[in-house]
């Protein structure tokens, strides 16, 4: 027994995870999590797991669609992406983070969701200037910096608790496009692999992160639903991982 309470955190390092702790899981978990091992409850190392995780996956989202943007910048096609999808993601994701610093929820469980708009706004962007629309790809990040102002400086709480309910639905039915659009196509065209795996990844992160520090049955079940598509979409780049695009130096080797 001696043995185990002898476990901690070394001294010298208190201080600055208690600077770091303290802020994100409070003074009770921090003081207890800095003591014996045999002292740790399930509260505090829960917590302290979902503002680990929470922040991993704020940290991941602002560079989670990049290997998608270079993917489409390497192939200078935008064959198997969906404009209206990336609209109703970017509309869904914009509007949960509105909600939830209307509600005040932690940063950690929803600043993914600030960066993967932005990113989209890139990619949509893209997507219409390689399909010969430069004019509508000026349009897109003008529409994504004037509905952005609106939705965290404009729009009250109480009409953004209504807006999430729908903005739940418009999550799910984004995620029905790339599918469709991969399943016509017969390939995976420019879809990342690494972008849909980590989004599946995120999916299972934030419905852990949400039962632990978001009472919110709407969020929670929204996370639930998309990662169930994520799923699909998953399966989907693993059934196609070596159909070659057409056109593409793979698909004309295969023609040789």
Known sequence: MDTIQAIQVPTILHAPLRAIAQPLIGETCTTELLGPVIRWGPTCVARAASKGIGLGIVAAG?????????????????????????????????????????????????????????QNAIIMAMICYYRQQPALAGLTLLAFAVAAFGLFALVPAGILKTVQSV????????????????????????LSAVTVSAYFAGSCARIFTTLAEVNDPLVLTSFLLNGSLNLVLLAQVLYYWNVPMPGSKLDEKKKQ
């Open 62 to 118: 602002a560079g989670v669609k990049v290997p998608q943007i270079l993917k489409l910048y390497s192939a200078k096609s935008a064959e198997g992406l969906s404009y209206a999808g990336y609209a109703l993601e970017s509309a869904a994701s914009a509007t949960f983070a509105a909600y939830s610093v209307a509600l005040e929820f932690p940063f950690s469980t929803y600043g993914e969701s600030v960066f993967i708009v932005a």
């Open 167 to 190: 903005a739940l639905v418009v999550g799910l039915v984004a995620k029905i496009p790339p599918i469709i659009a991969v399943a016509k196509a017969g390939n995976t065209g420019a």
